[in-house]
Each structure stands twice: as structure tokens, then as C-alpha cells.
């Protein structure tokens, strides 16, 4: 079975300040990560994805990746936070093991707040 | 690119009454999935379509949900007869044919908001 954790509900930061929401998984196979943000109002936009070779993974407006397959770990990163990055971000894995079928398990998203 | 849209974008009806809700995928999209978030929980898988096939259904709750998508095209999730818990967002993706391992990205809708009172 695959799964994923997000531990913090929220992470509160400040414009200019890194940022950092945390994700851990478990599947049987090789992981396939990915994120998601959701924006009050919209629907789920993907952010970036992580399949195979380099551990870090640069995706859409400056957030990043960092792959971690000691500690199981996705976590988002993004150097400096803006305002407008406040939103609920999911993170989703799928097992590589074809019998786990191609449908994502979503971790229980992680609602980020930047404040001016 | 049209991305995928979801109709109707909210939905109010009383229990025991019947949903239909519509997801269009993008253009081209073989597959095409059901997801569903209840109660500000996890989003959770619902079922997968390849065409007009049903891959994988196992993330269906009971026999009160029926999904059909007839040509390969767009696809419809019947809710029948609706209960209090099936309240929640419903959200649709679709992604292009199957790469190698399945590594392809799904590409969300705008989801649907049902209330069911």
C-alpha cells in the first residue's frame, strides 16, 4: 500500500523568509512524487514531479524538491515566500509497482500562510 | 490548450436525491480519473479510465456511484441516491497514454463543490 504524510496542517512564514513544507511517503515500489498547490477557489495545479535521476527537482514559480529516498522524504522548498504563495499545497505519490495501478494517494495537504 | 473543466462548478441538492456531475478532459487525454476530498480530508482516489474503459474502480465508496465516460471522451459521475457524507469536493484529472511505469502527469480540473443537505 502507498501513502503519504503531511505533518504540519500549517506552516506560517514571512515574505522574503524560505519555505518549507514537509512530505513523507511509503510505498512498496520506487516512489513517482508529486506536488500539487491549490489556490482559494481553483483547482489543483501541479507544480513539479519527481521520477527518477536527480534529487532535486525545480518546478513552476521558483519552488523546488529535494528528493530524499533514505529518509523517505518530498519535502517543497522555495528560497524566498511572496504572498501570493499562500495557498493549500498537496503532496501525492504513485507506486511504480504496476499492480498499484496508476492512481495517486494524496497526503493531507499543508495550508501555507505568508504574511507581509 | 483548454485544460480540464468540471460542470456544474457547485452543486446543492437534498438527500436522496440524484447528481450528475461532468468532467471534460484535456484534448487527447486517454486516461481520465475521479478523485474526491470529503470533509477537508485527504483527497482520494475514486476510479481510472483508459478510453472508455474502467481500469481501476477500487476507490469507489458503493454501488451509489456509477462513473461511465461512452466514447472516450468526456465522462460523468452519477451520484444516486445521494447521502449527507457524500458531501465534499469532486475532482476529475486526465493525462496522455501511459509512459513506461506510469510517470505522466495528471492535470486537475476546477472540481466540483457538492452539498448534500
Known amino acids: 500500500a502507498q501513502s503519504v504524510a503531511q505533518p504540519e496542517d500549517q506552516v506560517n512564514v514571512a515574505e522574503g523568509n524560505p519555505l518549507t513544507v514537509k512530505c513523507t511517503y511509503s510505498?512498496?515500489?520506487?516512489?513517482?512524487l508529486f506536488w500539487y498547490v491549490q489556490y482559494p477557489n481553483r483547482g489543483l495545479q501541479f507544480l513539479l514531479k519527481y521520477i527518477t535521476g536527480d534529487n532535486l527537482v525545480k518546478g513552476s514559480y521558483g519552488f523546488e524538491a529535494e528528493f530524499n529516498k533514505s529518509q523517505t522524504s518530498f519535502h517543497l522548498k522555495k528560497p524566498s515566500a511572496l504572498v501570493s504563495d499562500s495557498a493549500l499545497y498537496f503532496c501525492a505519490v504513485r507506486d511504480s509497482l504496476k499492480a498499484a495501478g496508476n492512481k495517486l494517494t494524496f497526503g493531507g495537504g499543508t495550508r501555507v500562510l505568508v504574511k507581509p | 490548450e483548454a485544460g480540464v473543466t468540471q460542470f456544474p462548478s457547485h452543486s446543492v441538492i437534498e438527500k436522496g436525491q440524484t447528481v450528475t456531475l461532468r468532467c471534460d478532459p484535456i484534448?487527447?487525454?486517454?486516461?481520465l480519473y475521479w478523485y474526491r476530498r470529503v470533509m477537508g480530508k485527504e483527497i482520494k482516489f475514486l476510479l481510472h479510465?483508459?478510453?472508455?474503459?474502467?481500469?481501476?474502480e477500487s476507490g469507489m465508496p458503493n454501488n451509489r456511484f456509477l462513473a461511465e465516460r461512452t466514447g472516450g471522451t468526456y465522462s460523468t459521475l452519477k451520484v444516486q441516491p445521494a447521502e449527507l457524507e457524500d458531501s465534499g469536493v469532486y475532482f476529475c484529472?486526465?493525462?496522455?497514454?501511459?509512459?513506461?511505469?506510469?510517470?505522466?502527469?495528471?492535470?486537475f480540473g476546477p472540481g466540483t463543490r457538492l452539498l448534500v443537505l
Open positions: 484534448s487527447g487525454h486517454d486516461n
Open positions: 510505498v512498496s515500489g520506487n516512489p513517482y
Open positions: 484529472a486526465s493525462s496522455t497514454r501511459l509512459l513506461a511505469g506510469g510517470q505522466e502527469t495528471q492535470y
Open positions: 479510465f483508459v478510453k472508455e474503459s474502467k481500469q481501476d
